[in-house]
């Protein structure tokens, strides 16, 4: 083996040789995440100590009892994985003045706020992460331990409260609204005692155990960065993570007096995260060269697709370089980087590459020494798959191994993406507003589900579109447009969802059906496909609309003579209904 890789060396003149070569230096391709563990606090390297927090006898010490006002934190100085998951264990003790003198609490802290290791957050019932008198922790999710009850301003449910509060990327907020997860433990958490809480996060849900329990005290279907739902049902937002990573830490306060206080220690701390991906990934260049649709993935390396969608895939040069260099661009169904990549001197795949056999394929080869889909182009190189050709779920780690200079021959590894192709979804559409306006007016309709590359049509006619994303297309309102039209969403697959536009308004009832001669009288329409700019005659003069909307018209009267006259309701876009309105 080692002969073998000294001869590539001696190729790289020859990069046809040389890469023929390349295939047959394996080794395997480790990844990792990031550990630590603090069995005491005998020592405080790596740790930011803010506000009243003190090394105490081997522990963490953030408050004390009889201290007044207190606010103490402390951070891992060290960025953590924490998008593909974490698992975190540690043992705190709450001593409290009385059995029932006791406050604030503390918490657990993971935070991506921009002032990092120098956060602080509010004071008092804020516990160090909320608002109270600061804008709260941005970015954030706090595991708090409350000893406090305050049902009226914060919506406590217990002083021995275990709950979770996020806001996303806004500061975080210690009032039970933002709770994604609460239970009272049955052991008195403020007692005095040794406690342990183990945090563990995988992706898209988030777990809370209690004194080495074998279920977990609380379990929120909460994803970090795709969020989840509150307690009372609303939308939980997720945090912002460019990197994927966060700092993690503890916070706790005390109240205005001595007897709303406490001594919180931490005892100590373990961590263990889950690799974001293996380092593979990153390639051996300081750009990316390798792109499918328009991204490397993120800090994931990873982009999401849908069956039957066009996308482009892409080759740059390698920073540095100019245009004109060969790659081989690799493929592999294996769910990188379980699969144990090859290291070659120049670099480390995330899939073996020895052999070039099944299930590694090349899907491009502009050196021509391997067996590959498609011939290619130097850098820069650009295939463009057509929308339908990919109809069934797929999942593809792609990888080049690319020149990056002629002379002397110089290789390296690309970056690597995970293609990841699910099935797609069906278009629904929600709303079409307004249903009826002037031609030329900017049209909205909103659904779910709309696939990239899909096209909207009125009555088969494709129209162009102004904005157009996963939820929401914008177009003009046609001119002439018939009444009783549909606008339809279409996916690339061919499966659509349809809607009314420019639809006959139908009177259902009416309210105030009769008033005097002299007018000013107020008359509501009831019905469906009305809209705002609704014009309105009674008995053939106009009447004035004081409100419009796709189901009521508010109409002030105009004069009229005694008797039934005949009420036309015309929309902007030309279409009527009719009712009618008795003068006394």
């Not at 929401?472 to 659509?496: E, H, I, K, M, W």
């Not at 008995?539 to 039934?564: D, M």
Request: aromatic share 8%; with cysteine; hydrophobic share 40%.
């Amino acid at each position: 083996m080692r002969r073998t890789c000294a001869k590539l060396f001696q190729l790289m003149k020859h990069p046809h040789k040389a890469l023929s070569l390349l295939l047959l230096c394996t080794v395997i391709a480790a990844a990792s995440g990031q550990n630590f563990n603090y069995q005491n606090f005998s020592s405080t390297a790596g740790l930011s100590l803010l506000g009243s927090t003190a090394q105490a006898n081997a522990a963490m010490r953030l408050t004390s009892v009889g201290g007044i006002n207190q606010t103490g934190l402390f951070w891992h100085q060290n960025r953590l994985p924490v998008a593909n998951g974490f698992d975190t264990t540690f043992t705190f003790r709450i001593t409290t003045p009385s059995a029932t003198a006791r406050a604030e609490g503390m918490a657990f802290i993971v935070q991506d706020d921009p002032l990092g290791t120098a956060t602080i957050g509010g004071s008092v019932w804020a516990i160090g992460y909320g608002v109270n008198g600061s804008t709260g922790i941005r970015n954030s999710i706090a595991v708090e331990i409350d000893t406090y009850q305050d049902t009226s301003l914060l919506g406590d449910t217990s002083n021995n409260e275990l709950t979770i509060h996020t806001r996303g990327v806004l500061g975080n907020n210690e009032n039970e609204a933002y709770s994604i997860g609460r239970i009272t433990p049955a052991a008195q958490l403020s007692n005095g005692l040794v406690h342990t809480l183990r945090v563990v996060y995988v992706s898209g849900s988030l777990d809370v155990f209690v004194d080495n329990a074998a279920t977990p005290a609380i379990h929120s279907a909460y994803d970090i960065t795709a969020g989840g739902r509150y307690l009372n049902n609303t939308n939980a937002p997720g945090l912002a993570l460019s990197t994927g990573t966060a700092i993690a830490g503890f916070s706790a306060t005390t109240g205005g007096s001595a007897s709303l206080s406490e001594t919180v220690e931490i005892l100590s701390w373990t961590w263990a995260s889950s690799p974001l991906t293996d380092p593979c990934y990153s390639g051996t260049f300081t750009n990316s060269p390798l792109l499918v649709a328009g991204s490397d993935g993120g800090f994931r390396h990873r982009v999401s697709l849908f069956t039957a969608q066009t996308f482009n895939v892409e080759m740059a040069s390698p920073a540095g370089s100019p245009a004109g260099m060969p790659f081989v661009l690799l493929a592999s169904p294996l769910p990188a980087p379980l699969a144990a990549g090859t290291v070659l001197p120049f670099g480390s795949t995330c899939f073996p590459v020895l052999p070039l056999a099944f299930p590694t394929f090349a899907i491009a080869d502009s050196f021509g020494v391997v067996p590959a889909l498609l011939p290619a182009t130097t850098t820069p190189w650009l295939l463009t798959v057509p929308a339908g050709l990919l109809n069934q779920p797929l999942e593809l780690t792609l990888q080049a191994v690319l020149a990056s200079n002629l002379a002397p021959f110089t290789l390296g590894i690309s970056n690597a993406v995970t293609v990841a192709i699910s099935q797609a979804p069906t278009p629904t559409i929600v709303s079409v507003t307004p249903l009826s306006t002037a031609p030329g007016s900017v049209i909205t309709i909103a659904g779910t589900g709309f696939v990239p590359g899909y096209r909207v049509e009125i009555n088969n006619v494709q129209v162009a579109p102004i904005t157009a994303s996963a939820t929401a297309f914008t177009c003009q309102y046609p001119a002439g447009l018939q009444c009783g039209s549909l606008v339809t969403v279409r996916n690339p697959d061919g499966q659509a969802a349809s809607a009314p536009i420019n639809p006959v308004p139908i009177v259902t009832s009416t309210l105030l059906g009769s008033g005097v001669a002299s007018g000013g009288a107020i008359f509501v329409v009831q019905g469906t496909g009305f809209s705002i700019g609704t014009t309105v005659t009674i008995g053939g003069v106009a009447a004035i609309v004081t409100s419009a909307s796709a189901n009521s018209v508010v109409i002030r009267t105009p004069p009229g003579i005694p008797g039934i006259a005949t009420v036309v309701l015309t929309t902007l876009g030309g279409c009527q209904a009719t009712t009618t309105y008795t003068y006394q």
